[in-house]
């Protein structure tokens, strides 16, 4: 039965790859675009008719602006790099929603939510283009399908352990379930989380500098966020880098970004 599961598993894996085209690298997904962007359309529409969109200030066309921007810049790095027609299925689109929570997200096919509670944090234009650089390269590295995929093999796998220690007692087959689910979560799914962040932001500090945006915004922008943050829970068990992580990475990573923006003719910044 073990080698039966084990079996699959490898099989399931190798036909679920896809190649993301800024690292070159294969990635866990077997969710196809045409099957979850719809999806994912739906309960972005959804969540705008439940919640208070912003409309006509300063603030809401600055996210649209920015937005628009970073993902026009995306697409001139794609085209450059090979990848004509990638983003043919995305409907991108940037909204602000009066919300006092320190937070942006993103969801499959390019949708993309700020809220108010961000800006103060922001600043300024090329604030919160790092911030939209962040979630735009989310949504191009397919971020949102990647989890999915591995919850559901996280699913697998409890299956898996229940089948293998089915002839255990009631009480070994709780301590098993419960190790798998502690394990899983602090081994697999939180690391797989903290990569996507930082994929993201190796990503998005790249396409903001094509935009035209300083990438040394990047640093900067999480000292600010770490000051903001107050206590939080070690890396290990948090679903994203610490702050401390990040401005060491982004700011790192600076100097790249600016080369790989004058590529494209982009020798100044704001």
Avoid at 54 to 69: E, H, I, L, M, P
Avoid at 109 to 119: C, D, E, Q, R, W
Avoid at 195 to 216: F, L, R, T, V
Avoid at 241 to 263: C, F, G
Wanted: net charge positive.
């Amino acid at each position: 039965m073990r080698k039966i599961w084990l079996s699959f598993f490898l099989l399931f894996f190798v036909l679920s790859c896809k190649t993301n085209p800024f690292t070159g690298k294969s990635t866990l997904n077997f969710h196809s675009n045409s099957s979850i962007f719809p999806m994912a359309f739906q309960q972005y529409d959804e969540f705008l008719k439940e919640n208070k969109v912003v409309t006509g200030t300063a603030d809401a066309q600055t996210v649209k602006k920015v937005g628009q921007r970073i993902a026009n810049a995306a697409e001139r790095w794609l085209n450059a790099n090979g990848y004509e027609g990638y983003l043919k299925d995305y409907k991108w689109e940037y909204n602000l929603v009066r919300d006092d929570q320190v937070n942006a997200w993103c969801m499959p096919g390019g949708k993309i939510v700020v809220y108010t509670g961000l800006l103060p944090i922001t600043r300024t234009e090329t604030g919160l283009a790092v911030v939209m650089g962040h979630e735009v390269a989310h949504a191009l590295a397919d971020h949102g399908a990647q989890r999915m995929s591995a919850g559901t093999l996280q699913q697998l796998g409890a299956v898996g352990v229940a089948v293998a220690t089915s002839g255990k007692s009631a009480q070994a087959q709780q301590v098993w379930a419960q190790a798998y689910g502690v394990g899983s979560q602090v081994g697999v799914m939180l690391p797989f989380s903290r990569k996507h962040e930082n994929e993201a932001d190796a990503i998005g500090i790249e396409i903001m500098a094509i935009a035209g945006y300083d990438p040394g915004e990047a640093a900067r922008l999480w000292q600010r966020m770490k000051a903001n943050a107050g206590q939080t829970p070690p890396e290990i068990l948090s679903t994203h880098p610490s702050s401390d992580t990040r401005i060491r990475n982004l700011t790192q990573l600076a100097p790249a970004a600016r080369a790989e923006a004058r590529k494209f003719g982009v020798t100044s910044f704001q």
